[in-house]
């Protein structure tokens, strides 16, 4: 076993979004991490939650950014979407499709028919991400379930990272049908539910697969519930404050600020750390008082955090001792006592 921490897998399935790209830009390192596994002969999976694209354009646009990708390396929840459609309604079948027009031609190439209005009868209403989706095709989607067409939901990300900022994804597009309908999706196919990195590691034939992402209610989640360790980078939606409160399904294995922590020392990044040193810093508990001294990487002290963190203590009991301390408490939007 090689001596840092993706030496321990087979197959590293990467999210998207906030992983390797912000919209349309790499994420400095992404390109690298991803060559440097295959030197070293691991699989590449990726996996994402984003309906808009289709698995040959998403490797496209992963190569255009310098990041190598095969399209047989691809997971999408549009095609994840349309295959489980197809598995459950006969061919030809009408499903009304909001989203891109990826969605529709997975739709499409799945034997089944995609429409745009209630009129035509549709017996199902498959919604997905799309930048153009509007009030017009949402009130079609709201008529169709009313009249029994079973409600899909390629996922419910509620927000897609972007450079200036978290943006509305297709969980809060999701939730203008909820308030009308007043009622959630009949089924959610995408992350957090396991089957796309179920999927990912029987295509690689892995037996022992890590999956790398950005948000915990999605990504560590559905690593949590498919049974896979997990990395997660800071380099996109949830901030060290979400991890310090995670609920126990959404912890990951690891954490790293970006993808270069898949080649540290697996120690190196485990969360939480164990004991209550980590690089310059220290972590004191005392019942429910907890202090944080010393100085370092903040991720060091992020690892540490959890450890009390994660066993009932709130971090706006956290005390920071050193400037440092206090500083990185403030980055991290941590309200400390006093």
Known sequence: MRDHLAGGYDLVIFDLDGVVFLIDKPIPGAADAVERLRAGSTSIAYATNNASRRA????ALLTGMGVSAEPAEVLTSAGASAALLA????????????GAEA???????A???????????????????GPEVGWR?????ALAVRAGAVWYATNTDRTLPSPRGPLPGNGSLVAVLRTALDRDPDVVVGKPQPGLFTT?????????PLSVGDRLDTDIQGAVGAGMDSLLVLTGVSGPADLLAAPEDRRPTYVAADLSGLFRGAGDARVPAPGDTAGGWRVTRDGDRVTLDGSGDPVDALRLLCGVTWDGVAPS??????SEAGEVLAAWG???PG
């Open 200 to 208: 990912a590691a029987t295509v690689a034939g892995a037996r022992r």
């Open 56 to 59: 040959a354009e998403v490797a």
């Open 111 to 129: 034997g089944l028919e995609p429409v745009a209005s209630a009129e035509e009868e549709p017996v199902a209403v498959l919604q997905g991400y």
């Open 317 to 322: 009991a956290i005390e920071p001792l050193s």
């Open 103 to 109: 969605l529709r031609a997975e739709v499409r190439d």
């Open 137 to 141: 095709i949402l009130a079609e989607a």
């Open 87 to 98: 598995d459950r309604l006969p061919a030809g079948a009408k499903v009304l499709v909001v």
């Open 334 to 336: 941590v309200r400390t």
